[in-house]
C-alpha cells in the first residue's frame, strides 16, 4: 500500500469516545495513509488525546438548543459539516479514500467527494438514509448480512465490507485468568431500554458470592431511578457502578478481570427496533477478546454466542432462567472461556480492516 495515499473519515457526531470502531478505523488507517477524522465537538465528551490528526466542528450550547427547539439538532450538525467540508474540498490536500458514518455523515461528504464509503454503524432510515439512497451508495461497510439487506436490500451493485464492531488484538494474545470471585459485567450504555432492572431482579437472586459491575455512560434519570430501587442491594457491595472512561486499549485488561459479561435488551422494545434487535453490541466482542463467557438477549444481533458456544442466549427473564444460565455456563466454564477466544479471532477488527482495504486501495 502507498504511504503517501490519504484517508478522510467524516464523523457526525460528538461521542468519538465511546465509539470504538470509529478509533479502529482511524488507527489502522494511519498505520499506512495520511489519515485526518472530522467530528463533532460539543464539550460533552472528553475526545482530547484519542486521535492526532483531526478537525473537530465546535457546537456550542445555545444554537444546539435552538436547533434542538426548531429544525432538529441533527440537521444543525450536517450543516456545519457541509461548511466544513466546503473547506476542506477547497484549501485542503486531495483525498484517495473517505469514509462516512452513517446518513447523516454520508450526505454532505458525498456531495463534495463523490466516491465516499458509507460506514453504517446505526440503522436509520429517516430523511437523511433517503437522500443518500437517492445519492447512491456504492460501497458499504456493515456488521452482518441482515442488517445491510435492511438498509440497501439485495442490490449487486453495491460493494459490501462486513467489519464488526469488535477490538484489535494483540498479537501475543490473552492469557486466561484463574478467576477467584464471581464478578457478572454490564459494559456499555446504563439506560433504559438494556434490560439492566430485570438483570439486576434476577441476579440479586443469586447467593452472595456473586456481584453486578455496571460500567459506562449514564442516563441520569435511569441511575436516579437505579439508586432509589436498589439502595439496599448497592450499600450491600452486590451491585456496583463504575463510570471511570478506560481506553480502549485498556479495556481488554479490564474486562478479564470479571466472571461472566451480559448483554441485555428489553425485548419488548427491541422486537419494534430493527438496528438493536439486529445489533452486534461492541461489548460482546469486548467479552470475547477477554475470554470471558457471555450471558446474553437472544436476538439475531447476539446469535455468535450461540454459534461459536461462548456463552447462553435467554429467551426470557426470571430469576430462575439467570441461575439455569450460570450454572451452565460453569459447568464448563473453560470450554466456554476458550470458544470466546475462538470468536474474537473470527471478528478481529484488524483482519476485516485489511480485506477492506486491499479491496478499496487498488
Known amino acids: 500500500m502507498n504511504k503517501k495515499k490519504s484517508v478522510l473519515i467524516v464523523f457526525p457526531d460528538e461521542w468519538l469516545q465511546y465509539s470504538p470502531s470509529l478509533l479502529n478505523l482511524y488507527n489502522c488507517c494511519k498505520e499506512e495513509y495520511y489519515t485526518k477524522i472530522i467530528y463533532i465537538n460539543h464539550k460533552k465528551f472528553d475526545n482530547t488525546g484519542l ?24 440537521l444543525y450538525k450536517v450543516f456545519k459539516l457541509f461548511w466544513c467540508l466546503f473547506l476542506v474540498k477547497l484549501f485542503d490536500r486531495r483525498y484517495d479514500i473517505v469514509i462516512a458514518i452513517d446518513s447523516s455523515g454520508y450526505v454532505p461528504t458525498k456531495l463534495f467527494f463523490p466516491k465516499t464509503i458509507f460506514f453504517s454503524l446505526e440503522l436509520k432510515k429517516d430523511n437523511f ?38 477490538p484489535i488484538l494483540k498479537k501475543q494474545g490473552i492469557t486466561l485468568k484463574e478467576k477467584t470471585d ?16 430485570q438483570f439486576i431482579d434476577c441476579i440479586k437472586e443469586l447467593d452472595d458470592s456473586y456481584t453486578l459491575t455496571l460500567k459506562g455512560i449514564r442516563n441520569e434519570n435511569f441511575f436516579n431511578l437505579l439508586n432509589q430501587k436498589y ?52 461489548k460482546l466482542f469486548n467479552y470475547y477478546a477477554a475470554g470471558i463467557p457471555v450471558m446474553a438477549t437472544d436476538i439475531i444481533g447476539l446469535r455468535s454466542v450461540k454459534d461459536y458456544n461462548a456463552g447462553v442466549l435467554i429467551d426470557t427473564f426470571s430469576a430462575d432462567k439467570i441461575k439455569d444460565a450460570v ?8 470450554q466456554f472461556s476458550a470458544n470466546c477466544l475462538v470468536a474474537a479471532e473470527a471478528f478481529d477488527f484488524k483482519k476485516a480492516f485489511d480485506a477492506f482495504i486491499k479491496a478499496v486501495d487498488k
Open 51 to 74: 486521535v492526532d490528526n483531526y478537525k473537530s466542528i465546535r457546537v456550542r450550547k445555545f444554537p444546539a438548543y435552538v436547533w434542538r427547539k426548531t429544525f432538529g439538532y441533527k
Open 129 to 166: 438514509y433517503k437522500i443518500s439512497r437517492k445519492l447512491g451508495i456504492d460501497r458499504l461497510i456493515i456488521q452482518s448480512k441482515e442488517r445491510k439487506d435492511f438498509l440497501v436490500g439485495e442490490n449487486p451493485d453495491i460493494e459490501v465490507f462486513y467489519i464488526q464492531n469488535a
Open 182 to 197: 464471581k464478578r457478572i459485567l454490564f459494559l456499555g450504555n446504563i439506560d433504559f431500554g438494556y434490560a439492566i432492572d
Open 231 to 282: 439502595a439496599d442491594l448497592i450499600h450491600s457491595g452486590k451491585l456496583i457502578f463504575d463510570f471511570n472512561y478506560t481506553e480502549q486499549s485498556k479495556i481488554i485488561e479490564y474486562v478479564s478481570q470479571f466472571y461472566i459479561g451480559i448483554v441485555g435488551y428489553d425485548l419488548e422494545v427491541v422486537k419494534h427496533d430493527f438496528n438493536q434487535f439486529s445489533a452486534p453490541s461492541g
Open 327 to 334: 450454572n451452565v455456563i460453569e459447568k464448563n466454564y473453560q
